[in-house]
């Protein structure tokens, strides 16, 4: 096994919801009056992908060894992610031994600094990690947490993010993360309907049930702070992702003025074990929600957790669906996991990146056992029904 080589990498598009869970059709919930910081321009305010939100879709990464074996992850990413994989990053894939995951990150971040960091580059970075993680995974035949040390529990427990929390409440979930619909150029009377509904939603599952929103880098520090104190009578768990991911000072400043007991959370759109080190010294937020297949991978994933578990802040991670739960399984500090309702009311579990994974295991009356993370590697293939592309065929 030690002397298996890489011998192909392949970078394939697809599109419609998946990995680019934004890239729905008309109607989801998940693109509904949804506050961003595009809100501020009146004409992208109703819908994210009239500003572009959809623009990259899925990326697939395939990983090819010596043996025939083949590994892959997808990721958001598309085209541009393609080129990336396909025109640069596979000088280091192809010709290394399938155990070489470190050298091949290090390769990959190092190269590829005079242009990435952040975002993009580290998206595709992420979906190569992945795809060795799997590799190995089916080589060694053995499910990923395996790989990583071995799980901490029996059973994962899910909060839901959708738009209908009352529902998740009757589905099992142990919580509701509702997307913030109105910013601050919406002024006081948007203030006010946010903060109705969650009072009605807070009516409708109780006093016990967490309830969290989601305002996806839209608001400014004064904003967010009305928001929390306005929101603690509600019993708001956590306000999450308020500001501008590159505003560190201000998420520091928003965590000292929020009522005692909310919690501060952000991280989706963070990336790599440098910029999680600003989060966690600059005590940006109690919770960091790290995606794994945007902040650098499984590789990174696991020096980030290490640093957060140092500071004493849990990690939890933003969606990514099989990728995240092979990890929450290995931490103690990720009691819980974040389900997304891509049921386009928000009212059925639905496998998180559907249609493009065959065998993605969904919760069950909000938790998932860790048998059904048993199979080789991430223990998913992909659906030969969805159409894959292959942009740039070297
Ligand atoms: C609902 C949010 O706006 C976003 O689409 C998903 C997200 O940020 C999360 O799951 O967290
Ligand atoms: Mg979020």
Redesign the pocket.
């Known amino acids: 096994m030690g002397h298996l080589t890489i011998k192909h990498v392949r970078a394939f598009v697809l599109r419609g919801g998946g990995a680019d ?2 890239d729905q059709a008309d109607g989801h919930w ?1 693109d509904d009056h ?1 506050s ?1 910081p595009m809100s501020k321009y009146p004409e992208y305010r109703q819908s ?1 992908r009239s500003f572009g939100i959809n623009v990259l879709g899925t990326l697939v990464v395939e990983i090819e060894a010596s043996d025939g074996t083949v590994g892959f992850a997808v990721t958001t990413g598309g085209e541009p992610a393609a080129y990336i994989v396909e025109k640069h990053l596979a000088r280091f894939i192809e010709g290394a031994r399938v155990t070489d995951i470190e050298k091949i990150w290090d390769q990959m971040y190092q190269s590829t600094l005079f242009y990435g960091r952040k975002g993009l580059v580290i998206n595709t970075i992420s979906g190569v990690d992945l795809a060795l993680w799997d590799l190995l995974g089916k080589i060694r035949q053995e499910p990923v947490h395996h790989l990583l040390g071995g799980a901490v529990r029996d059973e994962l427990q899910f909060y839901a ?2 738009a209908r929390p009352d529902l998740a409440q009757k589905m099992g979930f142990i919580g509701g ?4 619909h109105h910013g601050p150029s919406e002024g006081e009377e948007g203030l006010r309907k946010n903060l109705e509904a969650l009072a009605t939603m807070r009516e409708r599952v109780g006093p016990d049930f967490w309830l969290m929103l ?1 305002c ?1 880098m839209s608001l400014d520090v004064n904003y967010a702070t009305k928001l929390a104190i306005g929101a603690h009578e509600h019993g708001l768990k956590w306000i ?2 308020a500001l501008s991911p590159d505003d560190y000072w201000g998420y520091a400043a928003l965590r000292n003025n929020v009522p005692k007991g909310m919690l501060v959370t952000t991280g ?1 759109h963070e990336a790599t074990r440098w910029g999680f080190r600003m989060l966690l010294e600059m005590g940006c937020c109690d919770i960091i ?1 790290p995606d794994v297949g945007w902040c650098g991978g499984l590789t990174e994933l696991v020096k980030i957790s290490a640093l957060a578990d140092a500071h004493n802040a849990m990690v939890v991670p ?2 990514s669906s099989v990728y995240s739960y092979h990890f929450v399984a290995t931490r103690h500090n990720s009691p819980f996991a ?1 389900f ?1 309702m891509m049921a386009p009311k928000a009212d059925e579990v639905v496998p998180m990146f559907h249609p493009q994974l065959l065998g993605e295991p969904v919760p069950v009356n909000g938790r998932m056992r860790l048998s059904a993370l048993d199979k080789p590697g991430f223990g998913v293939d992909l659906n030969p029904d969805c159409q894959l592309h292959r942009p740039y065929n070297r």
């Open positions: 869970y934004h998940i949804i961003t994210r993010t959708g993360k509702m997307p913030l989601d996806w999450e992702e989706e929600q933003h969606g974040e997304l």
